[in-house]
């Protein structure tokens, strides 16, 4: 075999073998990030505004920007979704991959394109189920996966939050909370130790972590910080864990006060 032909086929086979990394890489992600955004009418308009202000603010920052450069591939796929009863949840910005900030700000941009909704009714369950869902149908090789759960009360129609909370983890898939706590509990869907609830019931998985809110101001910070642990995978920080107290708190309270209204 001539020097030419063998240096031909040579090549070939090196195109064959690389071909499969090649697409690999070309897919593969850090992050799969789903993030949930509770617009149940528990929440007032003026803070589901801060929310979504919250939310484009951190995929304008140019901390976010970094700490996706900084991944090891570098780019990461993530959607926004709102939900509120066990039948509601609306994909506002689709799955989108961002690979550096102009990604990152066309993702801010959707978002403030679109009207926020409010429905009545929480299903934290339902969130996650749905979640689980989109990331299945993502299209590319996430490192991660991870379902970002924001909301102001306990889960309160569908089925119960630990069970699929509990599906998700077995799968793989990361869920992290951030307990909204603006407002002084003062009726039904409300509940004092939101924190705790969502620290117990609510998140799980691998490296999983809550950021509660609690002051108006700490809105964008926390979303930002959020997302930047999410992109980088950080580990643990006690601070961000903490909670305002450890009282005993039921998985089933939203859901036990829910079935009680229903009977009524």
């Given amino acids: 075999m001539n020097r030419r032909l063998l240096g031909a086929l040579v090549a070939v086979l090196s195109g064959l073998w690389l071909s499969p990394l090649v697409a690999q890489a070309e897919t593969e992600v ?9 617009v149940s009418r528990s ?8 929310q979504r202000q919250g939310f484009m603010e951190a995929f304008r920052s140019p901390q976010v ?6 991944g090891m591939v570098g780019r990461i796929i993530v959607t926004y979704v709102e939900w509120s009863g066990v039948e509601y949840q609306n994909v506002i910005v689709p799955w989108t991959i961002i690979d550096g900030p102009e990604g990152a ?67 793989g898939i990361t869920i992290n909370g951030l307990p909204i706590m603006l407002k002084r509990p003062s009726g ?14 609510v998140i799980g998985g691998e490296g999983s972590f809550i950021v509660p809110v609690r002051e108006r101001q700490q809105f964008a910070a926390a979303i930002r910080t959020k997302i930047i642990r999410e992109i980088a995978a950080l580990p643990a920080n006690p601070r961000i864990q903490k909670v305002q107290a450890e009282p005993s708190v039921s998985c089933a309270e939203g859901e036990q006060r829910m079935y009680r209204w229903d009977r009524n």
Wanted: aromatic letters at 4%; glycine letters at 10%; a negative charge.
């Fill in 30 to 38: 850090d992050v799969a990030l789903v993030l949930a955004v509770d």
């Fill in 43 to 50: 929440m007032d308009p003026d803070e589901q505004e801060l």
């Fill in 65 to 70: 920007h970094e700490a996706i450069r900084n």
């Fill in 105 to 171: 700000l066309k993702f801010a941009d959707g978002l403030s394109s679109t009207p926020i909704g409010r429905i009545r009714r929480t299903s934290i369950s339902g969130a996650i189920d749905f979640g689980v869902k989109l990331l299945e149908q993502t299209g590319v090789e996430p490192i991660r996966r991870v379902i970002d759960i924001s909301g102001d009360g306990p889960n309160s129609s569908g089925r119960g939050v630990v069970a699929a909370r509990d599906e998700a983890i077995a799968k």
């Fill in 188 to 201: 039904f869907g409300d509940m004092e130790h939101l924190d705790l609830y969502y620290k117990n019931c």
